[in-house]
């Protein structure tokens, strides 16, 4: 059997598929939360297909596993004006609560967030291919990111339980929200990413207008019931339809006060372009990442495979924090693409619901003419694909493909490919890997695999000052979640980490008085009749 037919019967047929790993019944959403309440929907629907294909006499067929809704300008404006007035200029219900009120409404959404689990994960696997030990893992992750920035804001809130006394004035300075904040996730973490600002955001008394990924739409609806139970009327509102229909309204209409978006610079420069009153917009953003792997001939050799190769094919490249280029010491090349092709050759592809599969079908459905055309356009500038079976593909499925070697006439030399292709570059002075750097539009984190102190030291002190993140021996990635996570250039604007976030989404607010005893005396009777919500000397255990 060639290698074409090998990779055509990955995909099983329909009844085939493991019934514990099956969706129930499509889900078709006729629903969403806008307002406090779940709007009947009867109008267009968007039809959702599974990147995991079955075998019909068709030939490979995506499966349909539901719809959504596909609403107009109209409905956006409508949940728009829901948030504006949940947040009343800052008078509302939810943004004048008790930070302790606040943290009790996130841990019941919680609750029923873990009641959902089964559904969310299944989705997620469906929607967009990742494998179902990853999708667990996100879910599982998820959580824990929600009760360490409950953890985090309840240390802030201690901190900021005293005053401070300076020059004969007395201050208490704490954090207060923003705005009504629009909220876009990605489509490769659609829950983990898009809850570590949603959550924040929320937490610190903010208004949320969130808009699902295009892929990975489903899965949120199961939490909307959730959302509209734990939360005041408006507070969390859902808006679906195409974002170049939708999304723009919205900033142009200048209520908006933060952007909060997980995708390409592109986008996020037209949106803020489109808000009337740049300079009070706050935008927190994770964007484009073309993450580097510098090898130098001190390398162990046998570790940066392991480790390139898990940083560049983790759910076949398309997270933001992948390796997506390869630079290699031109004495070590050969050795290292000859370890690393037998490394890709080991991985393990299919279905996602199989145990310890790696690689798995891509949901963007023009994906593979794109890689395609990527290997070409390499191909004509004179690189080769150096592991067997490289490129070859089948329904949704993309086989990895190592290209050497790339220079800088080539799209894999400056595109983030976002995908299973790891391209190599040899070089033969370090000095040419700094340049790379550079000269890059992005700016996320890079890798160091050497084990010279004075060649890692050499790297790290230019580097530092081009990415936000220099990893030593080991692949670039977001977390421990407690780590700040940023970029430079064009790849984030504001910082998320568990304490960074709640900062992200709030802003220093103080109450300051002299410190006579008419004063004294009317501060004290505040806190100790415990009548403002701001000015209080409670303790959050």
């Known amino acids: 059997m060639d290698f074409n037919s090998t990779l055509q019967n990955i995909f099983p047929q329909a009844d085939q598929i493991p019934a514990e790993y099956q969706l129930d019944a499509p889900v078709h959403q006729r629903e969403y939360l806008s307002n ?77 967030m873990i009641e959902q689990k089964e559904i969310i994960v299944k989705l997620i696997m469906w929607e967009i291919g990742k494998s179902f030990a990853d999708s667990v893992k996100e879910f599982d992750r998820t959580v824990e990111y929600i009760y360490a920035t409950i953890d985090s ?14 020059d004969g004035i007395a ?30 955001a929320l937490i610190m008394g903010n208004t949320i207008l969130f808009k699902p990924p295009k892929f990975g739409t489903l899965l949120h609806y199961p939490l909307q019931e959730a959302f ?21 309204g919205l900033m142009q209409s200048g209520k908006i006060n933060v952007l909060t978006l997980i995708g390409s ?18 935008a927190v953003l994770g964007l484009d990442a073309k993450n580097a792997a510098i090898v130098t001939a001190n390398a162990d050799i046998e570790l940066a495979v392991k480790e390139t190769l898990t940083g560049s094919l983790s759910f076949n490249g398309q997270r933001c924090t992948a390796l997506k280029i390869v630079w290699v010491h031109r004495s070590i090349a050969d050795e290292f693409i000859s370890q690393f092709n037998q490394a890709v050759a080991g991985l393990k592809f299919g279905m996602p619901w199989e145990k310890g599969v790696s690689l798995t079908p891509l949901p963007e459905p023009n994906k593979i003419e794109y890689l395609n055309a990527c290997i070409e356009d390499a191909k004509a500038h004179g690189a080769s694909v150096m592991n067997e079976n490289g490129g ?118 103080l109450v300051a008085f002299k410190m006579n005893s008419a004063n004294k005396q009317l501060i004290n009777e505040i806190v100790h009749q415990d009548t403002s919500n701001f000015l209080s000397t409670k303790f959050i255990f």
């Open 171 to 200: 201050a208490q300075v704490r954090r207060s929200p923003l705005g009504v904040v629009l909220c876009m996730g990605p489509f490769n973490y659609p829950l983990n990413e898009t809850f570590t600002t949603l959550i924040p």
């Open 36 to 112: 406090g309440e779940m709007k009947s929907w009867e109008g267009q629907v968007h039809e959702v297909f599974s990147p995991i294909c079955t075998q019909t006499e068709q030939g490979l067929q995506r499966v349909l596993i539901g719809s959504y809704p596909v609403c107009s300008e109209k409905e956006a404006q409508l949940s728009l004006d829901a948030a504006v007035a949940a947040y009343n200029n800052g008078r509302g219900e939810w943004p004048t609560m008790g930070v302790a009120e606040r943290i009790h409404c996130v841990e019941q959404f919680t609750g029923k």
């Open 392 to 509: 070859s593909s089948a329904g949704s499925f993309f086989y990895p493909a190592v290209v050497y070697p790339v220079n800088k006439n080539m799209k894999l030399y400056h595109e983030e490919q976002f995908g299973p292709i790891v391209p190599v570059v040899s070089f033969d002075d370090l000095e040419e890997t700094i340049e790379y750097l550079i000269e890059a539009t992005h700016g996320q984190q890079v890798s160091i695999f050497s084990n010279n102190s004075s060649e890692v030291a050499a790297l790290i002190d230019p580097l530092v000052n081009q990415v936000s993140r220099v990893n030593i021996n080991t692949q670039c990635q977001r977390g421990p979640d407690v780590f700040p996570f940023t970029g430079r250039k064009d790849s984030a604007e504001g910082t998320l980490s568990v304490a960074d976030a709640i900062r992200a989404f709030s802003i220093r607010s």
């Open 265 to 282: 610079s592109k986008v996020a420069n037209e949106l803020k372009k489109q808000h009337p009153k740049v300079n009070r917009l706050r």
């Open 228 to 248: 509209r139970d734990c939360f005041p009327k408006g507070v969390v509102n859902i808006i679906y339809g195409r974002g170049n229909t939708i999304v723009p």
């Open 153 to 166: 804001l309840k240390n802030l809130d201690r901190d900021s339980s005293g005053f401070d006394i300076v």
